[in-house]
């Protein structure tokens, strides 16, 4: 046993490997223990990491089942667990799954579930897969098995398949039968997760096996499969399935969870890919050209075995496409045409997606071939462009398809019809848009009226199909004329489909698949199908698809017409179809329905000769119009009335005037329809140009456009405008419909019609009808956007350039909200229609270009030109493209076989025709237009290729080419499919560079992408560790867009597949990126308009929802309304942006402009000072800035400025700088939080402006600055470090400048940055300045130095003020006569502030300066008088500083907290700078010591205080305008909103409506039944309270101006209100933690308040401010105003700047609460103070508290734990529950010592209690008696006045009876009550019997609350001869003081009168007298010794002083106090020896 013992004594993790496997085993054992037991973030884990494979791999068989058990407790509980997973599990797959026993296995196959579980699924799958290659049959058999327990747990989302699929048949070939069982089970079970995905990866194993496991497969359950056991990031999914459990297994709801836990695995996913191209026979080509049809035959029967593999390898398959193509198209032999479509069938479906690029060429192939009768070909060219159509999607193919539906054969009708309808069955209603249902309805009407019966039939299916699939509300529009019949043959259609995706009816989806596809499974296997629909049913948002985890990814774009579609159609269709025109009625009928409703005589005198009569007439039809009902108007009849004769002829304009103004009238107020508006139109546009009328015309018209549609009206006036000859009505026309567009919006204008129309105007000779027509183009052109140009780029030159300059002026605008027609369609649909039509716009008018066809032009003989080897013929081919493109101007996209010869030309040898090519392609996409898209694929790409080119001018036009392209096609088809992935995978750094940077600059703008970007993710990882360092760069820069798009936890996990080294640094990247992370840019308003709810008005709708969004996005709290407006209109304008077609370059930058400007990133901020600490980047410090600098500067606000504003900050052109000035300007109010997050980059931005020669910008620059620095002090911001450092020089260049407006302004700015940047450090700067070259610049800043000194005292001047002031001396002898008097002038003021100390400062001068000086001082004879006001005014300033400081800074960066504190104690009062004590000022207290003689001096009689007054009540001053504002009672009703309202004015800036608002509440408050009524607000009134108090404090009390009663009257209202509702308890305790805290701040700031004191009621208002300050800790919530104070405590003895003595007085607060405990205890919530105290322990640790400058810190801890411990007992550490790591603070320790401690004490005590007891029985027989006497002594001593005559009868009573027992009364009783019973007493005793000793009390009595101040620096440390060997107070230097005071014959008893301490706190004294006080602390610890001298002396006075310090609690004096009280006498003392 020897050696036993000795690994007995290991620590556990060395027995663990010891060489025994007792001792292993013992260690396992051991471990296995520890590990349940230890905190799941403790450092031992660490210990462990290495080990815990060993743990797994013993030899020892006994031992290895405990290693696995403690191995597996690890990996469950330990946070470090998933480091150990790919050794540990290799471990587990190789040595345990070998074992025999069971027990082994089992552990084993725990183990590696558990991995999973903690997120480490991958490499434990890994590790098992490797396992299945293993000799060993046993392994491979666990293999399995844990493989399909982890499957069956976890489910196919946490396990992939894919790899466990590829081995399966593999298994099933194994010899071992355990082997091939296993396989078995764990087929069965995947079956179970993918159901029939299976069968093709398994059709290949022995037919045997398959039919056993079809039969296994028909027993699985049909119920879908759920996980059962669920991630650690999953706990929510596992709570919620637990409840499901309980519940009963599946509720209903159940279901759609469903949807979302089991994604539908396609079995397409799951296969290999086959590459077939190099397999096609060699003579493939020559073949299939073949005479012989059956050599064709062969050719195509290789090609159809090839592609019968269901998945195909992707690559270039153009050729094969197009053999193909041309067979089905030209062969003769329909048996060829049919086997051809075959293999395109095959093609489509084994490359999928990657088959769209051909699909465009292929489609009108087939359709056309429709024409064949023959049922086999007609079936499989179904197959085939059925297939086709599933590798594409409808809007690619829709072009070839309606072509094709205009064909005469009616077989190719009818199939095209059928086509369409089985296609409209893929689709949802997101993927099928109004865009594209209407020409597709369009076509199909033709059809349904077609001759042929089949036509018919199969238009019908079609249109019932689009119907069943889009909804009726977005269909119905196009079906207007059909007529009944045929209606409801459509519904009856719509009732028979069956949708691939199943529509959701009723919670049942009846999910049909589509018509399987020559034996394969359907491609579109549901792959999360039915989700789409439901979603688009329930019309979501536009983003919804995108987010949903299973859907295809092609959603991002079309949901707009989902719901938004919908509606829109009917809401503005709506009132059209209504109204069709109303039939004309003849005049006789107009003439009877006027009369009904008009005056006779107002009809008869219509015609009147006499035009006063006529107007008459018009002024009764104006009555009778006005007052009739819109139902019972005869419009038509009123309006033919008014064109009866004169009608619009009438000569008089008065009468015109009046009858524009009825027609207007009838129009609003009547149903116009569109037969009275051409009544009347034609006479209103003859009297648009009148000068008189033209007006009243307009007005009209506009009414007719508001009832009966703009496009309509617009179209109407402007034919009639062009067709008379009048060019003032037609300039005024336009002018009209400028203005019409403004406020109707553009929807629904025919833009062909008026283009025309404008041509013409443009052509007149008259020159305002072309101005005006310019006009109108302008405002078309915010709608429209650049691509209007286009319409008139054949007009002349000089008009050209005037429309041009008309478009620059609109650029940057956004088109405004529209402001009427809407109020006719409002309800649900309206807006919507109105934005759907908004977004129609834009495509319409790139729509309305007339294009035309070139496909002709592209011969086979110039294709062959552009091949031919000769490069001069294929440069002419190319040319000759050109020139066709540059001729057609607009093409359609039908352009034949150029594709491919161009995409030939790309890799072309000769670089001049690649750049060519190039060219042809950008032209091509401006030709085209969006159309192009079809293209992307088989033209974009290889265009990216093409930037992987050696030649940086290559390089160029490829990007440009790719940008042109890319402003047409939007991203989405770029991102789709590999195709860009496989180009990033190319390991070519100029490929890699230029593609990431494309990538970063495009994917920012994108709302959403398609998944197929994740694909890139891998290589954009391995070009992060690229060897080029530009494409390292690159990728970095990609990666926060990377993320922004695809989250940081998809990116994560995908560095799994990486090696070790280079995950960790990816993972670094990543992290990296995730904190500049940009949001996404929000959405346009249409989409979110739906959050807004359909009732908000809809022009404000955009308006809210946009709001809302970039809110959420960007993190800000609060969206801005007035940026969300802006934003919203414009947004709505632009609406194009839902569709991707954005065919106008700008409108995209329009669009992004309504965003916030700058983006706010977590952290950023701080990242970037860490990267600048670390010298990561270049030090923002130079004399010029070089290009490097501007550089990184752009590159850091890239990620957090607009894309749009950094253009303009970094332009060449300074226009542009005073442009981006002006936005930042106006989003300066709107983005505070933005701004701050961006300060250091805006203010780095500013100082190159700085460098900029232009003064415009100078000036804008300025101007920016004094809003920018007044923003940040109302935010109480602090400049960090780094921004002051790389701001402030640059600005105090400025200072030299010549302009005297700039160097004004300058100084302005630097006068305000002293408000959020301390003065003292600003003063380092500027004396840096007084070092430049530039004299001017010399002077300003001594001048500067000046006012600094002069506001901010002495104190600033640093290193100290002596170096600084002979710095500034040295000026005096300048050669520059401006710099000489600055510096004299500056030194004056030093002086006036200093006095004569300022000549030993300076030091010596040389004669001459010397002179100067003492001449100029002189002149200005103002003597040092005004020193101590000038230290006074510094007040402000400082505690500012401070309070900023106290509460929680709110904004400064955390890091920079040290700083700030530092910047604080220069500034503070208490400045520890500690100079040299000048002689005169020391004190020499040795000498009064020794000096014996006795000195007669007169002192002035102190002022007398009547402390009694603190507890009258406070009056609050009568509000006089009380009768003014009843708001409580009748204003509103809503009485919550009334309260939000006067609360918001408390804070009020202007003191007279504060007072008011104070009043009320006062009132409110004072009245019982209405006090509930503040319930709710008490939070927010209190906040608005100490905002109130700090402005008085900071502004008010600094302010000359002010009359200071009323800031006392505003004292008093605020005092008053609040201590009313603190006697109200239940509205006390609402008041919040934070809250109180802040409050607490605000109340102790003000009781140390000097300037308050000086006010005449001054004292009065301290008084008030104690009484509200006891009644706050009475009565607020225990728990919160304890957490309060703790906090409270800890700030302020952090912040170095904050005195002392608020301290004290918070730890006088904590006191009081201490007594209050006992009653309290039960209602405090333990855990959250304990929390607290655990907090406070943990930031001052005992030492750190030890080194405090006073002991109370330290005791206020004890007291406070110690009492808690006595109040609780043991049970106080079950209250450590909030905490979570112990083991910071010795809180926990300190309780357990405390408990021990008083654990010993009262065991003896009792023992005492027992002896005495027993004798007391016998002995007292009128023990009652005495116990009464007792009583009432105890009763006094407990009350406040009478407590020391209580102490002196105890005492007598003591004396008289010696063994008298006071144990009991004193046991009830506080420890603290007790220990100053004992001491009171000690003190009487010593008093009575002339000891001179004095015991110093540590304690505080009850009602001396406030005398234990701090008083000396350094702690006495032991007891002075004390009685009691407690700790020395300051009650003992009281005693020396007293002594002192005696012998200079100073009667002590009048100390009792002195001011209460607040009046001495916070007088500021000279400083060099504040750094003497230290000295005499020092001083006094010399009096020690001599105090035993004076012991005989009668102390019967002091000892009434010592407790009359202490008369009221509300009197917080303190011997801090005393001391400055002795200074001075013993100042005059001196003085008067002297």
Not at 572 to 588: N, R
Not at 649 to 670: C, D, R, S, Y
Not at 800 to 821: H, N, V, W, Y
Not at 1096 to 1108: I, S
Request: charged content about 30%.
């Amino acid at each position: 046993m020897g050696d036993d013992s000795e690994w007995m004594k290991l620590p556990i993790d060395q027995k663990c490997e010891h060489k025994l496997w007792k001792a292993r085993l013992n260690g396992y054992e051991e471990a296995l223990k520890l590990f349940q037991k230890i905190d799941d973030k403790s450092p031992e884990w660490s210990k462990y990491l290495g080990l815990i494979k060993k743990f797994v791999t013993d030899s020892n068989a006994v031992a290895q089942l405990k290693g696995l058990e403690a191995a597996l407790a690890y990996v469950e509980n330990a946070h470090v667990a998933g480091k150990t997973t790919g050794e540990v599990a290799s471990g587990v797959v190789n040595k345990v799954f070998n074992q025999p026993k069971a027990r082994a296995k089992e552990l084993g196959l725990d183990i590696c579930l558990m991995y999973i579980e903690i997120e480490k699924g991958e490499a434990v799958q890994e590790e098992l897969l490797k396992g299945l290659d293993n000799k060993n049959p046993k392994i491979i058999v666990a293999c399995i098995e844990t493989l399909r327990k982890a499957l069956s747990e976890f489910g196919s989302k946490i396990i992939s398949l894919k790899p466990i699929i590829k081995v399966l048949p593999k298994l099933f070939e194994s010899r071992e039968k355990a082997v091939r069982d296993e396989a078995k089970l764990l087929a069965v079970e995947i079956y179970r997760w993918i159901r029939d995905a299976l069968r093709p990866p398994l059709q290949n194993i022995n037919s045997v096996q398959l039919k056993e496991l079809e039969e296994e497969w028909v027993k699985v359950s049909s119920a879908a499969p759920k996980q059962t056991r669920f991630l650690r990031s999953q706990q929510e999914l596992k709570a919620k399935f637990e409840q499901q459990q309980a519940a009963g297994g599946d509720a209903d709801g159940g279901d759609d969870d469903e949807e979302e836990a089991v994604p539908q695995v396609d079995a397409y996913e799951l296969l290999e890919a086959v590459e077939i191209l190099s397999k096609l026979p060699k003579d493939f080509y020559e073949k299939i050209e073949a005479k012989k049809w059956q050599e064709r035959k062969e050719a195509l029967e290789a090609v159809e075995v090839l592609v019968k593999n269901p998945k195909l390898e992707s690559g270039d398959y153009a050729d094969l496409v197009k053999v193909l193509k041309k067979v089905v198209g030209k062969d003769t032999n329909v048996m060829l045409v049919a086997l051809a479509a075959k293999c395109l069938t095959g093609l489509a479906s084994g490359l999928r997606k990657k088959f769209g690029q051909y699909a465009g060429h292929v489609v009108p192939t087939i359709l056309e071939k429709f024409k064949e009768k023959k049922p086999q070909v007609v079936q499989a060219l179904q197959e085939a462009i059925d297939a086709i159509f599933l590798t594409t999607t409808l809007q690619n193919i829709s072009e070839d398809v309606l072509a094709v539906m205009d064909n005469k054969n009616p077989t190719i009708k009818q199939q095209t019809s059928l086509f369409i309808a089985r296609s409209f069955r893929h689709c949802t209603p997101s993927t099928l848009p109004k865009s594209l249902l209407k020409p597709f309805c369009a076509a199909l009407l033709k059809h349904i009226n077609d001759s042929a019966p089949e036509v018919r039939d199969a238009g019908f299916e079609a249109l019932g199909t689009a119907l069943k699939v889009a909804g009726e509300k977005a269909v119905n529009p196009f079906l207007a004329d059909v007529d009944k019949l045929k209606l409801d043959r459509i519904k009856e259609c719509a009732e028979k489909v069956e949708l691939v995706y199943g529509k959701k009816t009723g919670g049942a989806a009846e999910k049909k698949e589509g018509k399987p596809i020559a034996g394969k499974t359907p491609a579109f296997s549901g792959n999360g199908g039915d989700k789409e629909t439901k979603d688009a049913a329930a019309k979501p948002l536009k983003k919804a698809p995108a987010v949903k985890p299973g859907g295809p990814s092609k959603k991002s774009k079309p949901a707009a017409a989902a719901g938004v579609g919908g509606a829109g159609a009917k809401g503005k269709k709506g009132p059209e179809t209504k109204e069709v025109f109303e039939s004309e009625l003849s005049i006789e009928v107009c003439e009877e329905k006027a009369a009904a409703v008009l005056p006779a005589s107002c009809i008869q005198q219509l015609d009147s000769g006499n035009w006063k009569e006529r107007l008459a007439c018009m002024e009764e039809f104006q009555k009778a119009v006005e007052l009739m009902e819109r139902s019972e108007m005869p419009c038509q009849a009123l309006v033919r009335m008014l064109a009866k004769k004169p009608g619009w002829k009438e000569t008089n304009f008065q009468v015109m005037q009046m009858k524009l103004h009825i027609v207007a009238l009838i129009a609003q107020k009547g149903n116009f329809s569109k037969t009275s508006a051409q009544v009347v139109l034609d006479g209103l546009v003859d009297k648009a140009g009148d000068v008189k009328c033209g007006s009243n015309a307009k007005e009209a018209m506009t009414a007719i456009a508001e009832a009966c549609q703009l496009p309509w009206t617009a179209e109407q006036v402007v034919a009639m405008a062009f067709s008379q000859k009048n060019p003032k009505n037609q300039s005024e026309t336009l002018n009209w419909l400028s203005n019409a567009i403004k406020e109707f919006g553009f929807s629904g204008l025919n833009v062909k019609a008026f283009i025309s129309n404008v041509k013409t105007a443009l052509a007149a000779t008259n020159p305002a009808v072309r101005t005006s027509a310019i006009t109108l183009l302008g405002v078309m052109y915010l709608y429209v956007g650049p691509s209007l140009r286009m319409f008139f780029e054949d007009e002349k030159p000089a008009l050209l350039s005037q429309i041009d300059a008309e478009f620059e002026k609109m650029q940057g605008q956004t088109a405004p909200a529209p402001t009427r027609g809407i109020s006719r369609h409002s309800g649900g649909g309206g807006d919507d229609g109105e934005e759907e039509e908004q977004e129609e716009v834009g495509n319409d008018v790139v729509d309305l270009l007339p294009r035309t066809d070139i496909g002709d032009k592209i011969t086979a003989e110039l294709v062959s030109k552009i091949g031919d080897k000769n490069w001069k013929i294929r440069k002419e081919g190319l040319d000759e493209v050109t020139s066709i493109i540059n001729e057609a101007k607009f093409i359609q996209p039908n352009i034949g076989e150029l594709p491919a010869a161009l995409k030939s030309r790309l890799n072309d040898s000769n670089k001049i025709l690649v750049q060519q090519t190039l060219s042809i392609l950008q032209q091509l996409a401006t030709a085209m237009g969006p159309n192009i898209k079809q293209h992307v694929k088989n033209l974009g790409i290889p265009v990216i290729t093409v930037l992987g080119d050696s030649k940086n001018n290559v390089r160029a036009a490829a990007l440009a080419t790719v940008n042109a392209w890319a402003e047409q096609t939007g991203m989405k088809e770029w991102l789709e499919g590999e195709d860009l992935s496989e180009e990033l995978k190319k390991e070519n750094p100029f490929l890699r560079q230029e593609l990431l940077g494309w990538l970063a600059e495009k994917l920012p703008t994108l709302r959403s992408v398609p998944s197929d970007l994740l694909l890139c993710v891998p290589h954009l990882y391995s070009c992060l560790e690229d060897r080029n360092g530009d494409v390292r760069k690159k990728a970095q820069d990609a990666l926060p867009f990377f993320m922004m798009h695809l989250g940081f936890e998809k990116m994560a996990k995908a560095t799994s597949k990486l090696k070790p080294t280079s995950k960790d640094q990816v993972l670094a990247m990543l992290e990296k990126a995730k904190a500049n992370m940009p949001a996404k840019p929000a959405p346009p308003a249409k989409a979110s308009s739906r959050v807004a709810g359909g009732a908000a008005p809809a022009k404000f709708q955009p308006a809210t929802a946009l709001a809302e969004d970039s809110g959420s996005n960007t993190m800000e709290s609060k969206p801005d309304p007035k940026r969300a407006k802006a934003g919203g209109a414009s947004s709505k304008a632009k609406g194009v942006q839902g569709k991707k077609v954005l065919s106008k370059p700008n409108l995209k930058e329009d669009d992004d402009k309504s965003g916030p400007i700058f983006i706010i990133v977590p952290n950023g901020k701080e990242q970037r000072m860490k990267d600048e600490k670390g010298l990561k980047v270049l030090k923002w410090n130079f004399t010029t800035p070089r290009d490097e600098y501007i550089e990184q500067l752009k590159t850091q606000m890239s990620s957090c400025v607009a894309k749009w504003l950094q253009d303009e900050m970094f332009h060449a052109d300074f226009q542009h700088h005073n442009k981006a000035l002006a936005v930042m300007i106006e989003h300066l109010e709107s983005e505070k939080d933005g701004v701050i997050s961006c300060l250091d980059l805006i203010l780095k931005w500013v100082t190159l402006r700085f460098f900029d020669t232009n003064t415009s910008v100078l000036m804008k620059t300025l101007e920016y600055l004094k809003l920018l620095f007044n923003l940040l002090a109302q935010e109480e911001y602090h400049l960090t470090e780094n921004e002051a450092s790389s701001f402030i020089p640059y600005l105090i260049l400025k200072v030299g400048e010549p302009k005297d407006v700039i160097r004004r302004d300058v100084r302005a700015i630097l006068n305000r940055m002293c408000l959020i940047y301390p003065a003292s450090k600003m003063f380092t700067f500027i004396m840096e300045g007084t070092k430049s070259k530039n004299s001017k610049q010399r002077a300003e800043c001594l001048e500067e130095l000046g006012c600094l000194v002069e506001s901010y005292g002495m104190n600033v001047c640093q290193p100290t003020p002596g170096k600084a002031l002979k710095e500034m001396a040295t000026h005096i002898g300048d050669r520059d006569n401006t710099v000489r008097n600055a510096a004299l002038n500056t030194i004056v003021t030093v002086y006036n502030v200093h006095g004569d100390q300022v000549f030993k400062l300076i030091g010596n001068l040389s004669e001459k300066d010397m002179s100067m000086l003492e001449e100029r001082i002189k002149r200005s004879a103002k003597r040092p008088s005004a020193a101590p006001v000038r230290q006074a005014e510094e007040k402000p300033q400082r505690t500012q500083n401070i309070s900023a400081n106290a509460s929680m800074l709110r904004k400064g960066p955390a890091e920079d907290m040290s700083s700030k504190l530092n910047q604080n104690r220069n500034m503070g009062s208490h400045s520890e700078t500690t100079h040299a004590v000048p002689r005169e000022f020391q004190l020499d207290l040795d000498e009064i010591e020794n000096d014996n003689g006795t000195v007669r001096c007169e002192m002035p009689a102190l002022v007398q205080h009547k402390l009694d007054d603190i507890f009258e009540p406070v009056l609050i001053p009568e509000p006089k305008i009380r009768a003014v504002s009843p708001h409580f009672d009748d204003m509103h009703s809503n009485t919550a909103s009334t309260i939000n309202f006067v609360i918001s004015q408390v804070a009020s800036g202007d003191i007279n409506t504060s007072i008011q608002a104070l009043a009320q509440i006062d009132e409110v408050l004072r009245q019982e039944d209405k006090a509930e009524a503040m319930s709710g607000h008490i939070d927010q009134f209190l906040i608005a309270t100490f905002m109130q108090l700090r402005l008085i404090y900071n502004t008010h009390m600094a302010d000359e101006k002010l009359d200071k009663d009323e800031i006392v009257k505003l004292y008093s209202c605020i005092i008053g209100s609040m201590i009313s509702l603190f006697q109200i308890e239940s509205l006390a305790r609402e008041a919040s933690t934070g809250v109180l805290k802040d409050l607490m701040h605000g109340l102790i700031t003000l009781m140390l308040d000097s300037r308050v004191e000086d006010l005449e009621e001054g004292e009065q208002v301290i008084r008030s401010v104690n009484l509200l300050v006891v009644k706050v800790l009475e009565k607020s919530d225990q728990t919160n105003i304890l957490s309060a104070l703790l906090v409270l405590l800890q700030d302020s003895l952090l912040a170095t700047a904050s005195s002392p003595k608020f301290s004290e007085l918070v730890m006088k607060c904590l006191w009081r609460m201490v007594r209050l405990l006992p009653e309290t205890i039960n209602s405090i919530n333990l855990d959250r103070i304990l929390l607290d105290i655990h907090i406070f322990m943990k930031v001052f640790p005992k030492e750190k508290l030890k080194q405090c400058k006073s002991e109370f810190p330290i005791r206020t801890l004890k007291t406070l734990l110690h009492t808690l411990c006595k109040l609780k007992g043991p049970k106080i550490l079950d209250h450590l529950t909030m905490i979570d790591n112990k083991n910071e603070s010795e809180l926990e320790a300190h309780l357990c010592r405390v408990m021990k401690h008083s654990m010993n004490q009262t065991g003896s005590k009792a023992d005492k209690d027992t002896e005495k007891g027993a004798s007391h029985i016998e002995e007292k027989a009128s023990k009652a008696k005495v116990n009464d006497i007792l009583a009432e002594i105890f009763k006094k001593i407990g009350s406040k006045e009478n407590t020391k005559e209580g102490l002196a009868e105890l005492y007598e009573y003591k004396k008289k009876y010696s063994d008298a027992d006071i144990e009991p009364f004193l046991k009830n009783s506080s420890q603290f009550f007790q220990s100053y019973v004992e001491r009171g007493l000690r003190l009487i005793e010593t008093e009575r019997e002339g000891k001179g000793r004095i015991a110093a009390s540590t304690g505080i009595s009850p009602q001396m609350e406030g005398t234990c101040v701090p008083a000396s620096t350094h702690t006495v440390s032991s007891s002075i001869g004390n009685t009691n060997g407690e700790e020395v107070g300051p009650s003992v230097y009281l005693e020396r003081l007293k002594i002192l005071r005696q012998r200079c014959g100073l009667d002590n008893a009048k100390q009792e009168d002195r001011p209460p301490l607040t009046s001495l706190l916070s007088k500021p004294a000279v400083p060099t007298v504040a750094s003497s006080t230290d000295m005499l602390h020092s001083k006094l610890s010399q009096l020690r010794e001599s105090r035993e001298q004076y012991q005989h002396l009668d102390l019967d006075s002091n000892q009434t002083h010592s407790s009359g310090i202490g008369t009221t609690l509300a009197s917080p004096s303190s011997a801090a106090a005393n001391i400055d009280d002795l200074k001075k006498r013993l100042e005059r003392i001196k003085s008067s020896r002297k």
